[in-house]
């Protein structure tokens, strides 16, 4: 069974910094690329970070300079460095990983972490 752990999160003060850790185990067969969403309190699910099979990355504007996604592929981990942190960027943090097949006769589905809390404070 896939499965997801996010870790790293916490409380940071503004202009603080904070690297969250995303685990993927289980049996994998292929995989169209793993994401950061967060969702503040109140607000929709928010796509910040993605990163394709090939290491193509995306960003959402919120973001754009301050963070970034990465991966180690040997440890089956995307890690999302978070730098110059503001109070608005205060959410629970998500990880997902988009369109995965353990057998390759499966229909690709997406999975989620439990989330991780991160909090900014002034």
């Known amino acids: 069974q896939v499965q997801l752990v996010e870790s790293g999160g916490g409380l940071v003060q503004a202009g603080g910094s904070l690297r969250l850790s995303c685990v993927l185990s289980?049996?994998?067969?292929?995989?169209?690329?793993m994401a950061w969403y967060r969702q503040a309190p109140g607000k929709q699910r928010e796509l910040i970070a993605g990163?394709?099979?090939?290491?193509?990355?995306n960003y959402a504007d919120s973001v754009k300079g301050r963070f970034t996604i990465s991966r180690d592929n040997a440890k089956n981990t995307v890690y999302l460095q978070m730098n110059s942190l503001k109070p608005d960027d205060t959410a629970v943090y998500y990880c997902?990983?988009?369109?995965?097949?353990?057998?390759?006769?499966?229909?690709?589905?997406?999975?989620w972490g439990q989330g991780t809390q991160v909090t900014v404070s002034s």
């Open positions: 289980g049996r994998i067969s292929s995989i169209n690329g």
């Open positions: 997902n990983a988009d369109r995965v097949r353990s057998w390759i006769w499966e229909t690709p589905r997406d999975y």
């Open positions: 990163i394709t099979s090939d290491g193509n990355t």
